[in-house]
């Protein structure tokens, strides 16, 4: 069974451009959450996903959004990008039982 | 809101030493807890959870942890530690039957010497 897969890996931006990051979730997960990992702020809730619907939002500005298609793979996007939007961005798919399965992660350089 | 304490941000052990990583959390409602962990250069991968019944639960690799109710506490545990066993191990809950994602601990670095 094929895990989460998120592209891309690795990229960089400079300040006030915008990304947009993929997430494919396991085979059969229909719930997609993302996270943002930073080695000051560790591990933080962006929002979830669930049959297109956002579930759930965390605590960060509006800049940050995302969606997900009929088919459960799910995108974010950062709109005017800061240099603290530097990070390791996590998605992770959400089994029947309530556990999450991570990918490995789209790591975001912003100059 | 919650929160999530992990109160050794480095521990550094020898090889099969025993380990103990404290999680302490603040929820008033009933949660779901998990361990996950780290290892340099992959994924997070789920250690254990617990959701109910049995507090002691076990999860991969030998590790084991503890709810304790009364302490809002799921401390980690593994009898004898391995050199492979370095990684970050993240303490992490969320409520239980509910819509929102996990609130993470800040994380706990272990590195086992050889």
């Known amino acids: 069974k094929a895990g989460v897969t998120q592209t891309p890996r690795y990229l960089i931006k400079t300040r006030g451009q915008q990304v947009t990051l993929s997430c494919s979730p396991i085979?059969?997960?229909?719930?997609v959450s993302w996270y943002q990992q930073t080695p000051g702020q560790g591990l933080q809730f962006l929002f979830e996903?669930?049959?297109?619907?956002?579930?759930n939002k965390g605590n960060f500005p509006g800049r940050f959004s995302g969606r997900q298609f009929s088919n459960s793979r799910s995108e974010m996007n950062v709109s005017t990008l800061e240099l603290g939007d530097s990070a390791l961005y996590l998605c992770?798919?959400?089994?029947?039982?309530?556990?999450?399965?991570f990918g490995e992660g789209s790591r975001l350089t912003v100059l | 809101a919650q929160s999530v304490s992990q109160h050794n941000h480095h521990v550094i052990l020898s090889e099969a030493a025993s380990l103990e990583l404290g999680c302490n959390y603040s929820?008033?409602?009933?949660?779901?807890l998990f361990w996950y962990v780290q290892y340099p250069g992959q994924h997070l991968q789920l250690l254990l959870k617990?959701?109910?019944?049995?507090?002691l639960v076990k999860g991969i690799k030998g590790f084991e942890a503890e709810f304790i109710k009364s302490k809002f506490s799921f401390n980690l545990r593994k009898p004898s530690v391995q050199w492979s066993d370095t990684a970050e191990y993240f303490c992490?809950?969320?409520?239980?039957?509910?819509?929102?994602?996990?609130?993470f601990g800040k994380g706990t670095h272990l590195i086992i010497q050889p």
């Open positions: 992770a798919s959400r089994a029947g039982t309530g556990e999450l399965f």
């Open positions: 085979s059969g997960h229909r719930s």
């Open positions: 996903y669930f049959s297109e619907t956002q579930r």
């Open positions: 929820y008033g409602g009933t949660v779901n």
């Open positions: 617990y959701f109910s019944g049995d507090p």
């Open positions: 992490a809950v969320n409520q239980r039957g509910g819509a929102d994602g996990l609130t």
